[in-house]
């Protein structure tokens, strides 16, 4: 190639790197401006004399500053006294490439490269479109991480409340309204299990079925709220007399029941007298009534050769019918077919 077609070639690479929107810089070895671009000025407002060849690249941070487009920090924005320091020594080690931020908010992304020479070629593009694109990425991200923790965070409340409603549901089908005592239905599961454990293992246990004497006339004598409150008592009696491995609940109107596990006729019986002298104790504190309730108390063991808990159940029946029978305020125990009359007390 002649030598003016090589000065036409010359002149056209110069051209077109002056043209080019990327800025561009060449450094020699020791750090001294060789030539820049167009672009490369204007992307730093430096005048042809600031950028002029010769000048040292540390020169150029210090004009930064001067100019007010100083960079404000790293990726991060943050800024430090040594900053430039840390930038020419990144240049030397020629690690990548380093991504500012500038005073005016855009973020300029310079990549250098090591020449043979020593000489090193800078290439700085403007970034700033693609830093706000990744930070609208990354808004965008976390508002979707604190959606999908808020969203997981709505679900897991909503099935905790779904599992309490069950729960509650469930108590509420197997509990009586008014005492909060089992009522007929959860009292004859549970003695039903009981029931198979005993034909299981062998082993005894004792019901007692209870009556409120004179319960109607005391509700048509002194109203339903009276009536409740008796019902109450007797809950609450039971709840005082019975211990946490019983099963106890409201199977009638005023008739309750209480299962011993693992107990003998004995038990029962004494279980009746401290649940009738509990009774009789609360109903004493109930108020001015002059018709005071007591209870008829029927106590069945279970027997060896019951198939089911209602075959105990039947002759813990009968012997409370024989209770009230009997003139009401007693115990009559089924097994033995004896009855055990307690003492009118005074009321």
């Not at 920090?73 to 490439?97: N, P, Q, V």
């Not at 002194?222 to 199977?251: C, E, K, M």
Request: hydrophobic share 35%; with cysteine; charged share 25%.
């Amino acid at each position: 190639m002649s030598n003016p077609q090589l000065q036409k070639a010359y002149s056209v690479l110069f051209d077109a790197i002056d043209n080019m929107v990327e800025g561009m810089v060449v450094y020699d070895s020791s750090g001294c401006l060789v030539s820049c671009n167009r672009a490369f000025r204007n992307m730093y407002n430096y005048t042809e004399s600031q950028a002029a060849p010769g000048v040292h690249c540390d020169e150029l941070g210090f004009i930064d500053v001067h100019l007010g487009n100083a960079v404000v920090g790293d990726d991060d924005g943050g800024f430090g006294e040594d900053f430039f320091k840390r930038k020419w020594a990144y240049r030397e080690k020629l690690e990548g490439s380093l991504t500012v931020k500038m005073q005016d908010g855009r973020w300029i992304r310079t990549t250098d490269r090591a020449m043979q020479d020593g000489s090193i070629v800078s290439i700085h593009v403007d970034v700033t479109d693609l830093k706000h694109a990744q930070e609208k990425l990354q808004t965008t991200q976390k508002e979707l991480a604190d959606l999908n923790v808020n969203l997981e965070h709505q679900i897991a409340e909503r099935t905790m409340a779904l599992i309490q409603a069950k729960k509650l549901a469930e108590h509420q089908a197997r509990t009586d309204p008014l005492t909060g005592i089992k009522n007929r239905r959860a009292f004859f599961e549970s003695a039903n299990v009981i029931h198979q454990q005993s034909l299981r293992l062998g082993v005894e246990y004792v019901l007692l079925v209870i009556d409120i004497d004179n319960f109607k006339s005391v509700n048509d004598s002194y109203g339903h709220l009276v009536g409740d409150q008796v019902l109450i008592l007797l809950s609450n009696a039971i709840g005082s007399t019975t211990g946490s491995n019983n099963v106890a609940g409201r199977i009638g109107g005023d008739e309750f029941a209480i299962l011993l596990p693992e107990s003998g006729t004995d038990a029962g019986i004494s279980r009746a007298e401290q649940l009738s002298a509990c009774f009789s104790e609360k109903i004493n504190k109930l108020g001015a009534i002059m018709l005071k309730p007591t209870l008829s108390i029927g106590v069945e063991q279970y027997r060896h050769g019951d198939n089911d808990t209602k075959s105990v159940m039947l002759r813990a029946d009968k012997a409370l019918y024989l209770a009230k029978k009997n003139g009401r305020n007693c115990i009559i125990v089924s097994t033995n077919q004896r009855s055990q009359s307690l003492l009118e007390r005074e009321l």
